[in-house]
Every structure is written in structure tokens, then in C-alpha cells.
């Protein structure tokens, strides 16, 4: 699969979040075809929140107003993933050691920055066409990797960017636990390198200050 297709969803999981360009993990479980078991059939509702964020997507790169991208936007980041594992992979060791003060607004800060990004790259000219494959593999960490593609309008197929979501079951329904780009690219890993860093030299109430100036600027119309 080509990586040099849809330029607004790669930028999206490609740019670095506020200290500049992040170091890539590539997510060894995933890496090769041995590791994991192909099923024909998802079961039910392995699929819901990737189809609920791409329809909210689809909606939403039709509006002009970032705020009116916003509103499409959060409810579905709300419903389609599990923020508060990807933000704890995406922190790692020193999650455990923030105080349920320090977790709450660093977790709506995430939530919003998370919603900020999709809004600034689903814009009315990006034209995102999104498909999800009904082929699902076995995670062998727990859950389902549901395969996708993403290209803009006028792009052939077989450009396509190849978008994977694992997805767990949660005391809360399936949700998005982690995005990985090219089939192996882990973007919870990828921000744990700027993520820690501004922990340690700000702290939690660094990063939620960091994440939630940077949704801010992300929001301006």
C-alpha cells in the first residue's frame, strides 16, 4: 500500500503535536503477518466506532466554522474511542503517578486536542473518502485490528493511505484503543516522546496547559 495518498489524514497522525516532528514507533506486535489470525466476519459492534468517527468525519469536512466541525466531531470522539488508555500509552510510566486532581483535566484536555486535530485536518477542501474493510485480524494483544483506507476524492484507490484502529471491548462497548498508520506505526507511542517531555520538565499541569493552547489555536476560525 502506498503511503503517499490522502495528505489531511496523514497530517493528522504525521505532524508533530506541539514540539515539532515526533519519533515514530513502529508497534512490533502488528509488524508481522505471523503474529496475528485473519477473520472473514467482525462481530457485533467491532465496527461501530470506526464507522461512527468516519461519519462524523465525512459531516464534518462539509462545514466551514472549525466550531461547527467541533460540534459534529466530539460527540463521535466520545463515543468511538477510549481516551483515557490511549492517553495513558501515550504518557506511559508517569500516568500512574498523577493524582485523580491532576488526571481530569489533563484527560478533557486530551479529549479536546484529540477532536482539534480531526477538525483542523477534515476541512471542506480535504474530500475524504473512508473505507473500512469487513476482513478483521486478530489483535494479539486483546481485541480486533479493523483495517481502513483513506484517499482524497480525486485520487485513484489504489493511493490510498492505509489507517488501522485497534479496537477492545470496554465495560463501556468496542472503542478505539490505539490508530496505527501503514499497518505498524503506533500513534500512542509516537506522542509518548513529547508527551514526556513536557511532563518532566512542567509536570501533568504542563501538559493539559500544552494540549489544551494548543486545541485553542487549532480552533480559531
Do not use: C
Request: zero cysteines; charged letters at 15%; a positive charge.
Amino acid at each position: 500500500m502506498t503511503t503517499s495518498a490522502h495528505p489531511a489524514y496523514r497530517r493528522f497522525l504525521l505532524v508533530g503535536t506541539f514540539l515539532g516532528a515526533l519519533a515514530f514507533t513502529p508497534l512490533a506486535l502488528q509488524a508481522g503477518p505471523a503474529a496475528a489470525q485473519a477473520t472473514q466476519v467482525a462481530p457485533q459492534g467491532v465496527l461501530t466506532p470506526v464507522n461512527t468517527l468516519y461519519n462524523a468525519l465525512r459531516q464534518a469536512q462539509t462545514q466551514d466554522s472549525a466550531q461547527r466541525r467541533l460540534a459534529i466531531i466530539l460527540p463521535a470522539v466520545d463515543s468511538a474511542f477510549d481516551l483515557p488508555t490511549i492517553l495513558r500509552r501515550s504518557i506511559g510510566l508517569h500516568y500512574d503517578d498523577f493524582t485523580p486532581v491532576e488526571r481530569q483535566p489533563l484527560q478533557q484536555a486530551f479529549r479536546r486536542f484529540t477532536a482539534a486535530r480531526y477538525v483542523s485536518s477534515f476541512t471542506p477542501g480535504s474530500k475524504g473518502v473512508f473505507t473500512v474493510s469487513p476482513r478483521l485480524t486478530l489483535n494479539p494483544a486483546g481485541g480486533y485490528i479493523v483495517h481502513t483506507t483513506v484517499h482524497g476524492e480525486g485520487d485513484q484507490p489504489s493511493d490510498a493511505t492505509s489507517i488501522d484502529y485497534i479496537v477492545k471491548n470496554t465495560p463501556t462497548g468496542w472503542r478505539i484503543a490505539d490508530i496505527l498508520l501503514d499497518g505498524h506505526i503506533s500513534q500512542a507511542a509516537a506522542q509518548r516522546s513529547d508527551f514526556g517531555s513536557v511532563i518532566d520538565r512542567k509536570g501533568p499541569a504542563g501538559l493539559t496547559q500544552v494540549l489544551s493552547a494548543k486545541a485553542d489555536s487549532i480552533l480559531q476560525d
